[in-house]
Every structure is written in C-alpha cells, then in structure tokens.
C-alpha cells in the first residue's frame, strides 16, 4: 500500500512532502515497527519508490517505511536553509506516530538511507542511539567529513575542483555548514561513533558499499576505524556502482537484516 502527500511541520514552516509504503495485510491490533527511509542528495521523497522494489520488499511484512523530504541538506539544522535534522529525529515520528499506527519503542525504529541519506541515517543512529534500534547505511557520503571540509575550504574555489565535485556540491556544503565550513562534532559520524558507549546504547549498523563505487575506499577505511572504536557493525560489500541497481540491493539486504531484530550484532 502506498501513499503520497504533505504534512505541515512547525519546524520547516510549511508544507512537505512524504511519502509511506505500508503492508498490504493490515493488522487488526496492535502498532507496526517502522523504517524511516532518508534519499540521496539529488532525490527526493519518491526517490527510493521510483528506483527500487521497496513497495514489492514491504508488502509482507509488518514495517510501514516512512520516505521524508530534505532537498540537498545533508540532513543538517542548515547554516542558510531549514532545520531538518530537528525535522526528522524530533517532529517526523511525532507526526506519524499521531496519524499511524506506529511503535514508538526503539527495538521496533530502523533508519536507513544511501549516499547522502546514508550520512543522514548514521548522523541520526548514533546521535539518537536511544531512539533507533537499527541503522542501514549504502555507500555513504561524508564519512571523513572534518577532511572533506578542509579540503573544499583550500580548494573549494579552484576551477578544476569545482569541475571535479561540481559548484553545486560545493554550494550545498556551505548551505548546510556555513560558508567557513566550521566543524563541529555533532555533525561528525566518527565523533558520534567513538562518544557512543558514553551513552549505553549502540543501533545495530548495517554498512554497504560497491567494490566499483568511489566511496569504497572510504567504507575501507571507516571500518577500521570502528574496528579501532571496539563498535559492533555488518559491512557488505560486492561488485557494483553507485547506481539503483546496487541501491535496491542494499536495500533487500537491509530489510532481510531488518527482520531479525536489532538484538546482538553479526560477526564483522
């Protein structure tokens, strides 16, 4: 079952788009897990419905799968822009655990996301440990992201950068951090990684990456630096881009994980 519209968020001040996908076998009592899930940096709420076989992976289960709208936020409290990191760790389940039946219980709350939604979907596992019980993560953007904004501030302004990366990229990036690109751990993934036993609980993480995809390396390297952090964590990986063909991959994989609970971890 699935359905599109708009919510009103107090926190954006204005109307949004969204979208679910809920199980077709509807349940006479009770509330249904559910999986919020973040699109990419060029996508938007129908991304994920248009370009993977969510609706055919959702139909037997008992998860309704909750598709926001950012735009190109890198799901941040914007510097220039809204605050749509509030948006979706704080109003979005409010606004849905009012209009649907859905668990508010942590074991029963995934996140899952990939490229810039991957980003988005550990940003929010590990800031909120205690509110999501997994998090999938597909070739994820920004995953050294203290290096990432070094490098666009030296070079941010050089044609041939530019040419690489594309001025949009560079003008989402300070949109969403401010023009000096200041860091701050917050926004950080391996920051919030290495605070996260401070805080008693860790998500179940669940990492992808393509062994063709420009992020692999990066996926390489973060691993060994959870590894470092003693974090439990599944990493995948096989012969793809980063393309939907490898996104709906993920996806079915993360699902399948999905449904054996958020309860103990998988051998790395």
């Known amino acids: 079952m699935r359905l599109s519209g708009t919510v009103f968020s107090n ?3 204005m109307d949004t788009d969204i979208s679910l996908i809920l199980p077709n076998k509807l349940k006479e009592e009770g509330s249904y897990r559910v999986a919020y899930v973040l699109h990419g940096l060029c996508g938007n709420n129908k991304t994920w419905l248009d370009y993977s076989l969510l609706p055919v992976y959702a139909s037997p289960g008992d998860v309704v799968y909750i598709l926001p709208e950012v735009q190109r ?8 822009g809204l605050c749509y990191y509030t948006y979706i760790t704080e ?3 409010l606004i849905c655990q009012n209009l649907f039946r859905i668990s508010a219980k942590r ?3 995934m996140i899952l996301g990939g490229s810039m939604g991957g980003y988005g979907a550990l940003r929010c596992a590990l800031s909120k440990p205690e509110q999501y019980g997994f998090c999938g993560a597909f070739s994820s953007g920004c995953l050294f992201l203290k290096e990432g904004m070094e490098e666009t501030r030296k070079h941010g302004m050089r044609p041939e950068y530019q040419k690489s990366f594309g001025e949009q990229l560079i003008q989402d990036f300070r949109a969403a951090f401010g023009e000096e690109l200041c860091w701050t751990p917050e926004i950080d993934i391996l920051e919030l990684a290495g605070s996260i036993r401070e805080r008693g609980k860790q998500p179940q993480l669940y990492l992808t990456c393509g062994t063709k995809d420009p992020f692999y390396q990066d996926h390489k390297r973060f691993c060994k630096e959870l ?3 003693g974090l439990s964590y599944t990493f995948e990986e096989w012969e793809a881009s980063h393309d939907f063909l490898y996104f709906n991959e993920a996806l079915r994989r993360a699902i ?8 103990g971890y998988e051998e790395r």
Request: proline letters at 4%; hydrophobic letters at 20%; glycine letters at 10%.
């Open 91 to 93: 109003e979005l389940p």
């Open 256 to 263: 399948e994980k999905c449904s054996q609970g958020s309860d």
């Open 73 to 80: 936020s890198f799901y941040t409290d914007m510097k220039h």
């Open 11 to 13: 926190v954006l001040g």
């Open 227 to 229: 590894d470092g952090l």
């Open 107 to 109: 074991e029963d709350t």
